[in-house]
């Protein structure tokens, strides 16, 4: 991770590390043959000694959470998009668009930098969502999940759906409206559509108007 070594210092396979986090993290990356990781930067690892006890991602086996944080789920199936604000490399790329090979049950990975975005297609019967968050947690990169941002999301997509439904009736009124109202319009002899049809449609276009109001 580039920190230096200035307490207890961990040893092993001839490396020396900052802490057993990081050398946890090493001893993954080495099983998996991913260890080109460590040849694509300087400093591409990120310091694990503050790394809190994994209890407490026991919610992520809630099904209901799931759903919440998840764009897709079925029975074998989970797609979503994580928040890893560790992403600052090419490196971070690398590694976690390789993530299937430290665990099969991830199918797709994919890293979008500039917004430090990880998706993510899992197979839930070779792995689960809660393995794959502490399998991010143990090589550096934990994700920011936040349920009450979800919450705020999801109140603001309801609000704008209901603003789009709204727009959708307003355009339709206008619509209906204009066309009711083009024989008035286009009557150039002033004959006019007579009293009884020009009272219909003017009824008609007041009807029309009490949705928008």
């Not at 210092?9 to 001893?27: E, I, M, N, P, R």
């Given at each position: 991770?580039?920190?230096?070594?200035?307490?207890?210092?961990?040893?092993?396979?001839?490396?020396?590390?900052?802490?057993?986090?990081?050398?946890?993290?090493?001893?993954?990356?080495?099983?998996?043959?991913?260890?080109?990781?460590?040849?694509?930067?300087?400093?591409?690892?990120?310091?694990?000694?503050n790394t809190k006890h994994r209890?407490?991602?026991?919610?992520?086996?809630?099904?209901?959470?799931?759903?919440?944080?998840?764009?897709?789920?079925?029975?074998?199936?989970?797609?979503?998009?994580?928040?890893?604000?560790?992403?600052?490399?090419?490196?971070?790329?690398?590694?976690?668009?390789?993530?299937?090979?430290?665990?099969?049950?991830?199918?797709?990975?994919?890293?979008?930098?500039?917004?430090?975005?990880?998706?993510?297609?899992?197979?839930?019967?070779?792995?689960?969502?809660?393995?794959?968050?502490?399998?991010?947690?143990?090589?550096?990169?934990?994700?920011?999940?936040?349920?009450?941002?979800?919450?705020?999301?999801?109140?603001?997509?309801?609000q704008n759906r209901s603003l789009?439904?709204?727009?959708?009736?307003?355009?339709?009124?206008?619509?209906?409206?204009?066309?009711?109202?083009?024989?008035?319009?286009?009557?150039?002899?002033?004959?006019?559509?007579?009293?009884?049809?020009?009272?219909?449609?003017?009824?008609?276009?007041?009807?029309?108007?009490?949705?928008?109001?």
């Open positions: 991770c580039g920190e230096d070594c200035t307490e207890e210092t961990v040893h092993f396979d001839d490396k020396a590390f900052c802490c057993l986090g990081c050398k946890s993290a090493y001893q993954i990356l080495e099983e998996s043959d991913l260890c080109g990781y460590y040849d694509l930067d300087a400093n591409p690892g990120i310091n694990l000694k209890a407490r991602f026991d919610y992520l086996e809630d099904e209901e959470v799931i759903t919440r944080i998840s764009d897709f789920h079925d029975t074998t199936r989970i797609s979503l998009t994580l928040n890893i604000p560790n992403i600052h490399c090419t490196s971070c790329v690398w590694l976690l668009e390789n993530l299937q090979k430290l665990d099969s049950g991830v199918l797709q990975s994919g890293v979008n930098f500039l917004k430090k975005e990880l998706s993510l297609l899992i197979d839930t019967d070779k792995t689960s969502l809660r393995d794959v968050v502490e399998q991010l947690v143990t090589i550096g990169y934990e994700p920011e999940i936040r349920l009450e941002k979800l919450d705020s999301k999801t109140e603001k997509s309801h789009w439904l709204k727009m959708g009736v307003a355009g339709f009124a206008f619509g209906n409206i204009m066309l009711f109202s083009f024989p008035d319009y286009l009557d150039t002899t002033g004959s006019g559509l007579g009293g009884n049809f020009h009272i219909f449609f003017g009824a008609l276009n007041i009807i029309l108007a009490l949705p928008v109001l």
